[in-house]
C-alpha cells in the first residue's frame, strides 16, 4: 500500500508507542486504521488521525470490530467477547486510548457505526 510506510512513521511521532498499552517495540506495533483503508478516500487513508498504534491481539480485536473506543478513549467491548476470552487477551474494561483529539472522533464515530459489533 502506498504512503503506508509513512503513516506508520506519522503514527510512531504522534504516539511513540502503542495508543493504550505505551509499549513502545516498533516490531511488537501494528499501524491500525481506525476507519479501514478500503473504506477510506486517499486522504483518509493517510492520515494520522485515523490511525492507531496497536500491539497484536488489540490491533486484531479492533480490526474485527469486537472493541471499540468512545470519543473519550474508553474501551467498547462487544458482547461476543467472553470474560474468559478478554482475561486471555489482556483486555479489560479499563483500558482506554492514552488521548483523543478532536481530529480522531469522527473516526472513531465511523469506527463504532460500521465496523464495532456491539
Not at 462487544?78 to 481530529?103: C, H, P, W, Y
Amino acid at each position: 500500500r502506498v504512503g503506508q510506510g509513512s503513516f506508520r512513521d506519522s503514527l510512531m511521532d504522534i504516539w511513540k508507542g502503542c495508543s493504550i498499552t505505551g509499549i513502545n517495540i516498533p516490531k511488537l506495533l501494528i499501524a491500525s486504521h481506525v476507519r479501514p483503508w478500503r473504506d477510506s478516500d486517499n486522504e483518509q487513508r493517510l492520515d494520522p488521525d485515523n490511525g492507531l498504534l496497536l500491539i497484536p491481539n488489540i490491533d486484531k480485536v479492533f480490526d474485527c470490530g469486537l472493541i471499540s473506543f468512545t470519543d473519550e478513549g474508553d474501551i467498547l467491548l462487544s458482547s461476543e467477547l467472553n470474560q474468559d476470552t478478554l482475561a486471555i487477551l489482556g483486555i479489560s474494561q479499563d483500558i482506554k486510548l492514552r488521548f483523543v483529539n478532536e481530529n480522531m472522533k469522527p473516526y472513531l464515530q465511523y469506527h463504532r457505526d460500521h465496523i464495532f459489533k456491539n
